[in-house]
């Protein structure tokens, strides 16, 4: 267990819950892009989320649960091609922890 968590590069564990969510690119091009969607796994620093839209590793994203008021902005770390409209989208939060309640409800996990 312990070699194959060293192996995927995660160090964090992942929770399968999904979070409605704001998902928004970060960019100087001066236009606002968004999308209403959802997660597929978070952690304490990172999601998985489905996007409608190809991203590019080193992309800057600002996500936001639709029930809470504090956005993470973060990194986009892959862009994985599900079918030929939807994409899973990883983001990093490498300074920030996600604040949302969704992460307290599971007891007993340490970020």
Not at 30 to 59: F, I
Not at 69 to 97: A, I, M, S
Request: glycine share 8%.
């Amino acid at each position: 267990m312990y070699l194959d968590s060293l192996l995927s590069g995660r160090r964090e564990r992942r929770l399968r819950i999904a979070v409605v969510v704001r998902l928004k690119v970060l960019g100087s091009g001066g236009t606002e892009e968004h999308e209403r969607t959802y997660t597929d796994n978070l952690s304490a620093h990172g999601v998985r989320v489905k996007s409608s839209r190809v991203w590019h590793p080193g992309e800057r994203a600002e996500i936001t649960a639709l029930n809470e008021e504090c956005p993470v902005r973060g990194e986009v770390v892959y862009c994985q091609k599900v079918d030929d409209t939807r994409f899973f989208v990883g983001l990093k939060f490498p300074h920030n922890r996600i604040p949302w309640r969704a992460l307290e409800w599971y007891d007993g996990i340490s970020f």
